[in-house]
């Protein structure tokens, strides 16, 4: 299985519209049994290579995390050789919220709608590291997803724990939003924060 299709079904669920696509995967809305959707993440290559084997072992770190702005994952399978992740469907990014504003001439999210979000994201990111030594590492409006108002810190393809980070996690960097110690393999708690800022900044101004 390369790639996915409209109304293929994954473990149950019936896929319906594609929703995003990058150089890990793709993601797809659809209906669980019941008639309730979700998302459906298909990460690309056979599960044994490299980056599926570092998906598995970054989600096997947050899938029991519990955090009312961290999104939920609800079932993690390999299926015809493929990484299957799925979760709760969100209505759309903090990415998509700034380009709906750019559209309608503003240079982006007003403020006190952007703080609200970000403070989200931040209550979920304190929580990952506060309680469970973790960090994202891979910050960026485009995991940063909208339900019902609040954002929920999703992707968690390169979470580490501080003392467990190799130089190999580096091809997954998005190095827009990067801190810098990231490119010598050393983040440390405050690397997501930086990261943070960076999306405040051009999420408010456009630049």
């Not at 594609?18 to 797809?28: L, S, T």
């Not at 190095?175 to 990261?195: K, M, V, W």
């Amino acid at each position: 299985m390369s790639s996915l299709a409209e109304d293929q079904e994954v473990l149950g669920y019936k896929l319906r519209k594609r929703i995003g696509q990058g150089g890990y995967g793709e993601v797809w809305s659809a209906e669980a049994p019941g008639g309730i959707l979700k998302a459906v993440k298909l990460v690309y290559g056979f599960h044994d290579e490299d980056r599926a084997i570092r998906e598995q072992k970054s989600l096997a770190r947050v899938k029991d995390l519990r955090h009312p702005f961290l999104l939920s994952l609800e079932r993690i399978e390999v299926c015809y050789g493929r990484l299957i992740v799925v979760t709760e469907l969100a209505d759309m990014s903090l990415k998509d919220r700034f380009e709906d504003y750019r559209r309608k001439g503003n240079s982006g999210i007003p403020r006190n709608e952007l703080l609200g979000y970000l403070k989200d994201a931040a209550d979920a990111l304190d929580y990952m590291h506060d309680a469970w030594s973790l960090q994202h590492l891979d910050v960026k409006p485009e995991n940063f997803l909208i339900v019902g108002g609040h954002v929920k810190v999703a992707d968690f393809g390169l979470v580490k724990e501080l003392e467990d980070v190799q130089q190999s996690f580096m091809g997954g960097l998005t190095p827009l939003y990067a801190s810098p110690e990231l490119f010598d393999g050393t983040p440390t708690r405050f690397s997501d924060q930086y990261s943070l800022a960076i999306v405040y900044h051009e999420m408010l101004t456009g630049d």
